[in-house]
């Protein structure tokens, strides 16, 4: 991909031919988002915009040859090898055969409030451009956030945005202290947290919001909250959802689709999904 960054590109978005197979647009993510895509073979190019982008490629190896930020790279493009698109930088790429490639994109300010919170010396504080990293990783990240695209059920928004910050964690190259020391909440803190989830589990909730709560950076808090926890803060959400909406159901006096929506989860079908995971019975079986 080549920049131009002297004057605002005048370039058409994508100006090769790409389908989208698969989007997280209903998901509810916030501030980042991901879409499997169907690239033809050919030249494409990509303005300058105000989002950072990861392109992981996907399947049978393509040649390809890239210009970005005054780099130029021509290699084989083999299936988990990710090009690396900062915010603000425009470029273009050509690719010998169609291919699949995982779009992956984060806004600027979810980016910078992330690296910013973390205060580690020696971070470089921003994203750099990169062609063809092979980060095992960011690897692992990247497919994870490709089967919550692919599920039929999507987990929580927590779980997407909890892999999105711990992918600009590691591209940032910034790296959480470890002494090896076992560290978690305070009990006024855990409390704190646990209070607030179990009376807004009807909604939205964001590790941001959470964090907050108890006057810690995002990544931070999300390491802290699973030491004390003993699971991910996405998966106690979930798990609280499911017991909540048994509690209900044994109560009677509403429908399994009120539940669902009265205990945050999309829809009926989703509520049954996790309770049949975690419960191993359906909401039928339970009010039987």
């Not at 389908?19 to 998901?27: I, K, Q, R, V, Y």
């Not at 999105?164 to 202290?177: D, H, K, Q, S, Y």
Request: charged share 20%.
């Amino acid at each position: 991909m080549q920049a131009m960054n002297a004057v605002p590109p005048v370039l058409v978005p994508h100006s090769g031919a790409r389908e989208s197979l698969l989007s997280s647009a209903s998901l509810g993510w916030s501030g980042f988002g991901a879409e499997l895509l169907g690239i033809s073979a050919g030249m494409h190019r990509l303005p300058a915009i105000a989002e950072h982008r990861v392109g992981v490629h996907v399947g049978a190896p393509v040649r390809a040859v890239c210009r970005c930020d005054g780099q130029r790279a021509a290699r084989i493009q083999a299936h988990g090898d990710a090009d690396v698109v900062p915010a603000g930088v425009d470029g273009e790429w050509s690719d010998d055969a169609s291919c699949t490639v995982l779009r992956i994109w984060f806004a600027d300010n979810f980016v910078r409030a992330t690296v910013d919170q973390l205060g580690v010396r020696g971070a470089q504080q921003h994203i750099r451009p990169q062609f063809q990293l092979r980060d095992a990783r960011v690897q692992h990240l990247a497919w994870a956030m490709r089967a919550e695209l692919e599920a039929e059920h999507a987990s929580d928004p927590l779980y997407a945005e909890s892999l999105c910050t711990a992918m600009i964690v590691r591209l940032a190259g910034a790296a959480m202290p470890d002494d090896g020391k076992r560290r978690t909440l305070s009990t006024r803190a855990a409390a704190r947290v646990i209070d607030y989830i179990e009376a807004h589990l009807d909604e939205r909730l964001t590790l941001t919001a959470l964090a907050a709560l108890v006057e810690l950076s995002v990544p931070h808090f999300k390491v802290l909250f699973r030491e004390t926890m003993g699971m991910p803060l996405h998966r106690h959400v979930v798990q609280r959802r499911v017991e909540r909406a048994r509690e209900l159901l044994l109560q009677g006096g509403s429908s399994a689709s009120q539940i669902a929506l009265e205990v945050g989860f999309a829809h009926q079908s989703h509520m049954a999904h996790w309770m049949k995971r975690l419960l191993g019975v359906t909401p039928r079986e339970i009010v039987r």
